[in-house]
């Protein structure tokens, strides 16, 4: 029997995506998209690639019947979220995309978003929602926040090795490379094709990037202890994906059988062979994260790179995936397409 | 129960793109794939995007039992593809991607492809594998013949008008753009991401494109007189995605009218809304096909614009379309899987 | 000795390349540059490539002392322009990038660009300024309108063709395909790297693209009757150059001879040998256009294509022959530089 | 007067750099150009965005008259190199664009190329070509190699901080990210559009890049003892441009100060304010180097981004700044074109 699906926020890519995945997701139908600007429109015609499907038309959230509703992904922009989730049903499963509840500390949050948290009891009742490391929490979870799409790459290069103590936590370093999908539908002159196809540049580099809020966060409670990496995003011209270089210090052989281990049964993290590294193009538009490890010419010092789709494992995926969880569906229902390529 | 599946030339992209399909058909098992130069290597060497799927071994075609296959996938270069297929068992249920048994005609096939045909009586058994227009001769066929996938852009544009003889048949210009996927995994100077991104240019222009023999021969028998096109292919900087742009004498909204009740049954052929045009971009990695039509401020003027994914509807998807028909399943099976945008 | 230049408009695009091309020119000296919404800032900080450049910064117009100014391009919006230029000095030499002055008839302009001119003085003075056929009036002018860069691109394709009347002159189609460039530095959504790249699709299609109007003012001017062509647009993931495929109906060497004849001895227009046709990539950031004509399978048809960039010979590249035309320099000054290929 | 250049592998990307800048160099003029597997065929047919220019067609090295030749650049592949240049006249200038005497020891030549030297007495001879700190010694020099376009930008960035000991030595990471045409027009699978658009991977990671000899080399001399760094390339979807993110322990606001000191006079190397991080798209098609640098949060740790063009300022600009240098020339001489944007 098909679960009743709501998606607060479909005009943007992570609604979008969400729709792209549940349309052959075998257990979910949607019974409700809100836009509130595009309020009115079919989906059609803000996405016309939605075109085959038969969905509701787009309204404002004020308009929905959350009594028919068996779980709510909220795909809006952060700061809006906060006050929109805090007056949806108290009872009403909720998968959130936005960053408005991924930190748990309230002065964090103020600190990294640059203003008071609105709802800070919602804040405390979150679960963060890195599916393989909060299965346990999440699958009774009321409401869940999706993690960055930058720190899920992060994390799932890291953490095995943080939680083994097989690195130097004092020295880590993430280069990252990501795809222009991830800044969303937002009209900057920067992401015109005809100024950023061709090029790269580094943004928010020197410590100011966000998800370095979440980085502290999950970094420092694997540890038992304050952790802070050095990140620098990169933006490329290229729509999906993310590539992470991690530079640890440690022994490259161990670090890979520690990620190997970790994962050997995670059905979405696959771990290459030693000295094998992944490429974005081979988990384009797919849930899968790949991640490879290789040492460096002077022992000590190892590269884990980590490779996923931002749209799709670093947010929408990952979303549906906590949600079947909470639905009570098997984790991996509607989630093993295949990735596209070339 | 699960259809066996073979496929043979499973190192190119067409071949590659079945697997991706086939990964979330419900009733096809993957049990024999094979590559000659890659024989003895495995799936996630040859395409590490297929690294999570569990599948056979490449092999050669002579290494594979065909006593246990219920259907083959041909995707051989032409001219190789005849010389197999006719060594292939008698009762074996082939679906062939290349062009060799699309012409019927031994002259034609002579004509545009430099030397004679070394299975003719095969060539005379196989059905034209256009899916909404051969459904009846597809299901009980033996061998049936992919077509080329600018050739299935023109058709899709064309047919219905020139059966209806609503537009004038001795003045009909395609003008197509086709994505470099379509070129398949071959080492040229001008497929380099050096030299063919960012620019494009023609090819094959001035009536010397092979897949103007499938246009001819389905045009004229169509129209019950010999029709020849006027047919100029550009090669864009896109990996996926064919538009043609159809110059047609007759009155546009007749036009429009005409494709629309044609496919208004169909279910990966979508007419848009008069005066609506569409985009390569809103069908990438999908079996849909969009059309648009238009009129000009001239009067008896009027564009088709009809865009599809070469890889998908152009080529495997259509494959696979035909082989569920084949096989007694429903002709959409597996192939519902939403495009991919951004 | 230079000449003093001052750029109106310096923010955009066609403002940017006039001072790429301006910073190799041994002759002009670029005296003033104005942006009216980034007035104060230096151009380093709009355009970081041009940050070796020694310029002068940012101002609004009614800052310069156009006293020492010898001549001005003017590179504002359509609208914009005709309101700024009416109050520049009566005896400025301008070189116009808008469309404001390209239509002669006051009726035209109304007509393709939706509101009355309110210059239709100057309108009148201004020349039309596709150099190569416009020289004799070019050199003495003191207002030059220059064209719109699809209309240069389909002129060069034809106007010789029709002169001579070796063509039909009611069945011609200009299928066109351009670079992104040419939209300038809007921001919308179907320009977005994410958006573009990757696809394509027409715009204003249906005889509706405004440089219409240019080429029935033009073509009929050089026939000495009405001539209409029918005009298709698309829009490609690149983001320099123009490929004009145009079809005629006539003797396709002739077709060639004449085209050939006509630019033997034009520094910037290059007629290839019979039956190669052009590619984008050989031009770009140049400001040649490369020609090359092909025959069909059935005769009497021919194919012309014809590629140049855009933003250099299609606008800013163009304004800088204009402009050295009408400073008594020799018309290829500060012209010479090579495409940039890959 | 113009000084007589010959080319010798004028039919990979750097040879045809480097006709494109001498094409409006003021005083050189090519007088041959080979390629010996091309030999007879025009630069037109080779590369016909260079159709404009009045070339000498291609011929063998055997067949050029160097008595007639002011200075040979030698654009071939490394070990083929070595024996060529071996059996040029001994008092030939040459500028040599392969990695054969770029490493002076003979024993890191063999270490990192695999195969033993057979020019050694020439690799003593060379001066290597980073001239910005080499001036002195490429002046009078016969012989310069040209440096590698990775270990250009990684040393652009960290040669003054090395020198200056204002970081630490023993913890520096470069991870650089590079356009597609440092690979030259190689046929390989991953170099095709359909394969490298749209995604990003590592090579030759794992401390395994042979640009690292030069790094190890020049670094160590500049040190005054052994350095080795960490490097970590990436082929990006981008044809020109190399960004490299250098991770290095020192104090932030030193390091920019340090840079901008050593290059202010430098008329190609720009050191933007700090905080301020250069882009690949400022610098396309020029021969400039942008470098930035930013502090992290973590007091101690700078990261400075240094961009250039792989073919420019990496190889055949850089090779042509060499060459004016060794002909008397002002060194700028040819090189001021701007970059090309958008």
Redesign the interface.
Known sequence: MSQKIAILGASG?TG?EL??LI??HPAMEIVALSADRKAGMTMAEV???????DLPRLCRIDEIDFSNVDLCFCALPHATTQEVIAKLPQDLKIVDLSADFRLQDVAEYEKWYGQPHAAPDLQTEAVYGLTEFYRAEIAPARLVAGTGCNAATGQFALRPLIAAKVIDLD?I?I?L?A???G?G?S???N????????????YS????HRH?GEFDQEFSKVAGRPV?V?F?P?L??????I?A?V?VRGDAKVVHETLASAYADEPFL?VLPF?T??????????N?C?LGV?????PG?A?V?AVLDNLTKGSSGQAIQNANLMLGLDETTGL???????
């Open positions: 890519y979008a729709v792209r349309a052959t996405f016309p690639f939605l075109r085959h499907l020295d370093v280069d490379k795809g222009v999908s800044a539908r009209l900057k002159e992401l015109l094709h005809a100024e950023l196809s061709g090029g790269t540049h580094t580099a020197g410590g100011r370095l802070q050095q620098t990169h490329l011209p290229m729509n999906r994906g590539l270089t530079y696959n000295g590294l992944p490429s974005t193009r081979d988990i384009a538009g797919s899968f790949h290789i040492g460096d010419r002077k010092l590269v790179v093993m397409l295949a990735p596209i390529f070339p």
